[in-house]
């Protein structure tokens, strides 16, 4: 049976680090062990690192205090890659043959993808979506006689710049080895969607602090992804135009919550917070229409991040798509994403255990034992050993024996 192992992840979020640390048996089961968190506006904005010195201070800082209750250590850590710039894009591959498609055909068509370079963007994730051969749909294309096949992919795209500036912080500033990077998104969908959401066709909705992730599957294949720049802190920051502070305004928000079209609330609160959640519901309806996905949802829109637990944020979803809409079933939104990349994560982040050598047995040289005999009296079968010394110094009374004496040790005197 596989041995349990430690598994640590950080979530830069979209204005925060989180970082969890747990144990993991080996069909997969999670059990919590510890979490941190960064305050909100440390060194990350929009799931960027802006500042590459302050953020390997927070990671280290975050990884120290995780460690209390993870021993041995944390050697190292898995990472979500998110941010405003992340989002998909399709690439298609030809490739005329007059014969049969192969093996070989197939590895050609994904290293002639991997050549592309996207403009202004680094390739993240390459997903193989669909064949055609001859221009017909083929799910199984090798063995398969045909003029022409092109191969369709999926790119994940985002900022050159995210891997390069997570690596200078963790790894060569913080000192923290990284044991993978994983897509934030793809790993919030391992655990707020089913492969029946997957398959049956969805869109998932991640509302962060400062962006909005939608991702749309289909076929139990991701099929779409964007990143909308607008999220909860967006409303917050609305709130704070009523001369009132930003920790008052979050309080607020939270409390108000949305007023569909039909409240007969008057507050000038409620409008404010209505406006922008309308505005982020528009900019997510014409995403899923510009999808091509639209009526292929069949198992709705799921919810989750922070900002998903908005009051009746749902409410307005469902009115403005005219689609099933319901929160995902995890106990805690605002953790979606790291227990996703704690489910994805497969390597033992703990350091190895340092293990106190056995004691060696004491061993006797065999020339400082000359006999073993056994006594006459006390515990019968107990062997006592005879050393040089011991002997020695029998030999000297022997001998002092027959001076004085005249006689052997074992000879009676007559006298």
Not at 261 to 279: F, L, Y
Not at 299 to 319: E, F, H, P, R, V
């Amino acid at each position: 049976m596989e041995q349990t192992k430690y598994v640590v992840a950080l979530d830069l979020g979209t204005s925060k680090m989180l970082a969890v640390a747990a144990k993991k048996n080996g069909k997969g089961r999670l059990l919590i062990l510890n979490s941190e968190k960064t305050a909100a506006g440390c060194s990350i904005l929009r799931g960027r690192i802006h500042n590459i010195e302050e953020t390997a201070e927070n990671v280290r800082s975050l990884v120290n205090r995780l460690s209390r209750k993870l021993n041995p250590g944390i050697k190292k850590i898995y990472v979500g890659i998110g941010g405003q710039s992340l989002h998909t894009e399709y690439y298609s591959v030809k490739k005329e043959i007059n014969g049969l498609v192969t093996e070989e055909t197939i590895k050609y068509l994904d290293h002639e993808c991997r050549q592309y370079e996207p403009a202004w963007a680094k390739i993240l994730k390459i997903i193989p979506m669909e064949y055609y051969v001859d221009g017909s749909l083929s799910k199984q294309p090798k063995g398969v006689y045909c003029k022409e096949i092109e191969a369709k992919f999926l790119l994940i795209l985002g900022r050159p710049s995210l891997e390069n500036c997570l690596e200078k912080s963790i790894k060569e500033k913080a000192k923290i080895e990284i044991a993978g990077f994983f897509i934030s998104p793809l790993a919030t969908a391992e655990v707020a969607l089913t492969e029946r959401d997957k398959e049956l066709g969805c869109a998932l909705v991640e509302m962060g602090a400062g962006v909005t992730y939608l991702s749309i599957y289909k076929d139990k294949l991701l099929k779409y992804l964007v990143t909308i720049p607008l999220g909860g802190n967006v409303i917050t920051k609305d709130l704070c135009s009523l001369d009132i502070l930003e920790a008052e305004a979050e309080k607020l928000k939270i409390k108000e919550g949305i007023a569909p079209i039909e409240s007969e609330k008057e507050e000038k609160s409620n409008e404010i917070i209505e406006a922008r959640a309308n505005e982020i519901v528009a900019n997510l309806v014409e995403q899923i229409k510009q999808s091509g996905y639209e009526s292929l949802l069949g198992a709705g829109i799921i919810m989750t991040g922070g900002g998903s637990l908005l009051q009746n944020l749902d409410k307005l979803m469902a009115l403005k798509t005219e689609k099933q809409v319901r929160l995902a079933a995890v106990e805690d939104h605002t953790q979606a994403c790291v227990l996703g990349l704690l489910t994805l994560g497969e390597e033992d982040c703990a350091k190895e255990v340092l293990r106190t050598p056995p004691t060696e047995p004491e061993i006797f040289d065999p020339g400082d034992v000359e006999t073993i005999k056994t006594p006459t009296s006390g515990n019968k079968g107990h062997k006592q050993r005879e050393t040089k010394g011991e002997k020695t110094g029998k030999v000297i009374i022997d001998h002092v024996k027959k001076i004085f004496f005249g006689e052997d040790d074992n000879t009676q005197s007559n006298s």
